[in-house]
């Protein structure tokens, strides 16, 4: 089965500062990126995603790279704000059910 | 809220019981999954129906684990004879059709005494 791999599983930084999130995968098959945000007692929601087809996509502050040979994908977050600070989660899914396997999650804390 | 909704919210219960869980769908949603996250981890993949049809089943879900999703809307989660180490936030999340967008809903946290 699909295992992915995240890491920092902690990253801390000031504001207005970068961040990025990596996540590796084993099946060469998954062909759907998502990348989900945590808050703290909330729902897990969906802030990007992508598919094997593309190689990066940006959606204003956020955006999402995938290397499909080496089989790893990341999470940019640029100019961070406290509100950002949340566990995100990748995963990776293959086929039409799109039942996908998380990484095990990394708590970003944006200091003031 | 036209969200993905789910009740209870909390539950705790003894070793042994049996606890249902509910979870409502976004209306046009044909598609379900049944996810178990406990502290640190990732939500990790429990069952998965289309329609009403229960098409995928994690190792994850023992004998004990039962799902059901009798006219293609709400479903429901059932753990028979409770352990302590079924304690875990249980959340569901639906899509619609071919997009690949899943939304959860809030969870249903049980805790087994």
């Known amino acids: 089965g699909e295992n992915v791999e995240q890491h920092p599983s902690t990253l801390s930084v000031q504001e207005g500062d970068s961040a990025v999130i990596k996540c590796t995968y084993s099946?060469?098959?998954?062909?759907?990126f998502p990348w989900y945000k945590q808050e703290l007692g909330k729902r897990p929601q969906l802030i990007i995603d992508i598919r094997s087809n593309v190689g990066e996509k940006k959606d204003q502050r956020i955006a999402v790279t995938l290397n499909k040979t080496a089989k790893h994908f990341s999470l940019h977050i640029t100019e961070t704000q406290p509100e950002d600070s949340a566990v995100y989660f990748c995963?990776?899914?293959?086929?039409?059910?799109?039942?996908?396997?998380f990484g095990r999650g990394t708590s970003l804390i944006v200091h003031p | 809220d036209t969200g993905v909704s789910q009740d209870p919210r909390h539950k705790i219960t003894k070793r042994g019981q049996n606890v249902t869980f509910r979870c409502d769908p976004i209306s046009e949603h044909n598609r379900l999954y049944w996810y178990r996250q406990t502290l640190g981890q990732g939500p990790e993949f429990l069952t998965y129906f289309q329609n009403e049809a229960q098409l995928e089943k994690s190792r994850l879900l023992s004998d004990r684990f039962s799902a059901e999703r009798p006219k293609g809307s709400f479903s429901t989660l059932e753990i028979q004879r409770t352990e302590q180490g079924d304690s875990a936030m249980y959340l569901c999340a639906t899509r619609q059709g071919a997009k690949a967008e899943q939304y959860f809903g809030p969870g249903t946290r049980l805790t087994v005494t």
């Open positions: 099946d060469s098959a998954s062909n759907y």
């Open positions: 995963a990776a899914s293959s086929g039409g059910s799109y039942i996908p396997t």
